[in-house]
T-cell receptor, first 113, second 110 residues
Framework: EAQVTQNPRYLITVTGKKLTVTCSQNMNHEYMSWYRQDPGLGLRQIYYSMNVEVTDKGDVPEGYKVSRKEKRNFPLILESPSPNQTSLYFC????????????FGPGTRLTVT | GIQVEQSPPDLILQEGANSTLRCNFSDSVNNLQWFHQNPWGQLINLFYIPSGTKQNGRLSATTVATERYSLLYISSSQTTDSGVYFCAVEPSGSARQLTFGSGTQLTVLP
């Protein structure tokens, strides 16, 4: 089944404790991206990657890191989480050029206390 | 940047009713998608529809790219249709970033 997976789905952590949210897709997509969703602010892009070893900032990259060492994986790293990073996070993927449709993962609810 | 406006912001229906949700966007787009966010927060792909008309069961969508709007039709609504419906667009010439509208909160009453 074609899908985007994220882990963990739910996470409660404390300020300053490094964490990684994994994202994996099995559709051989070149493009991958991370969004966060907050009440009243909607979905905003954090980082995106057009292909392996190519990443760039979205609208709200502060406090986040990403890497794209393999085509299928695009982990989101919070080196020192803070309470304002409490949010619902989505990973998405899409083909490079033949179609612009994007596919979203199930989401990760992160709470930083 | 591109502006995406959805209407109405809230909609309450009785089960079995039909509805039309609208998405207006301010510039030309490569991509327009409709999503349903269910009560558990998952974003479900409904349609990839940068232009034209598509149908999937009780749902259909139409995008008129030249007039910069899209419509999502829900017929014979069911309680499981409740949730937030988002329109998202990718502007032409952008780096694949989707801009989301603020959504329509749909409540279907039994």
């Amino acid at each position: 089944e074609a899908q985007v997976t994220q882990n963990p789905r739910y996470l409660i952590t404390v300020t300053g404790k490094k964490l990684t949210v994994t994202c994996s897709q099995n559709m051989n997509h070149e493009y991958m991206s991370w969004y966060r969703q907050d009440p009243g602010l909607g979905l905003r892009q954090i980082y995106y990657s057009m292909n392996v070893e190519v990443t760039d900032k979205g609208d709200v990259p502060e406090g986040y890191k990403v890497s794209r060492k393999e085509k299928r994986n695009f982990p989101l790293i919070l080196e020192s989480p803070s309470p304002n990073q409490t949010s619902l996070y989505f990973c998405a993927s899409g083909r490079g050029t033949t179609s612009y449709e994007q596919y979203f993962g199930p989401g990760t609810r992160l709470t930083v206390t | 940047g591109i502006q995406v406006e959805q209407s109405p912001p809230d909609l309450i229906l009785q089960e079995g009713a039909n509805s039309t949700l609208r998405c207006n966007f301010s510039d030309s787009v490569n991509n327009l998608q409709w999503f349903h966010q269910n009560p558990w927060g998952q974003l479900i792909n409904l349609f990839y529809i940068p232009s034209g008309t598509k149908q999937n069961g009780r749902l259909s969508a139409t995008t008129v790219a030249t007039e910069r709007y899209s419509l999502l039709y829900i017929s014979s609504s069911q309680t499981t249709d409740s949730g937030v419906y988002f329109c998202a667009v990718e502007p032409s010439g952008s780096a694949r970033q989707l801009t989301f509208g603020s959504g329509t909160q749909l409540t279907v009453l039994p």
